[in-house]
């Protein structure tokens, strides 16, 4: 909700009522998209109330310009399938980068499973998914390829990571959550990835219809002898 968004907005409105008055067939206006999606546990945004003002404004804009209110369009995406999906690691090694920073290493790439991480600095709600009592200390959380961009920009000083610390004996689990929109498309399902990452399992979960949670494999982990068969070997 700022000022430049309005001014945008506007412009559009102006171009709609000039051809709704030549064309009065014109009946529909595509807003577009950029609805947040929580990227943290302390993210907080009023979505009812921009709702109701989008609507508001270009009512009231119509009203003014003597022109019918379009059917409004939008392109939410993200806000609209962010939720639905979610990735999952396994903290497998720890490596120490310098006297400070200690790197725990996932079994898998940021930059095949979340591009966007890598690509724009993305954020994500991230989550150790188990041994919540234990000790915590600062880490940096690093991908498996031979990329040296292969970590996840954490914004040292403003967004540091805490995890339970690190085990040989007792695994360590992690989670990025609202991850369902871009990630896949963009990294590819399936195919041959950086540095031949294997596509990792897919789990489907939902509820029946007393509540219960049911899950199925969608596709186990993708097997090197796949990802030769896919290179001609």
Known sequence: DTAYYWNELYKCLRVYA???KIAPEVDSLNIGGGFP???SLNFEYDYQYMVNEIVSQIKKFCEEEGVEEPNIYTEFGSFTVGES???LYKIISQKRQNDREKWNM???SFMTTLPDTWA????????PLNRWEDTYERVFLGGLTCDSDDYYNSEQHTNAI???VFSDTKPLYIGFFNTGAYQETIGGYGGVHHCLMPQPKHILIDKDEEGNFTYKVFREEQKAE???KILGY
Not at 120 to 127: A, E, G, Q, V
Request: net charge positive.
């Open 18 to 20: 000039r051809l709704k």
């Open 37 to 39: 999606i929580k990227t």
């Open 85 to 87: 999906g979610g990735h």
């Open 106 to 108: 996932i079994n898998s």
């Open 120 to 127: 724009i600095s993305r954020k994500f709600i991230m989550l």
């Open 162 to 164: 805490y995890l339970p």
């Open 226 to 228: 796949d990802v030769l």
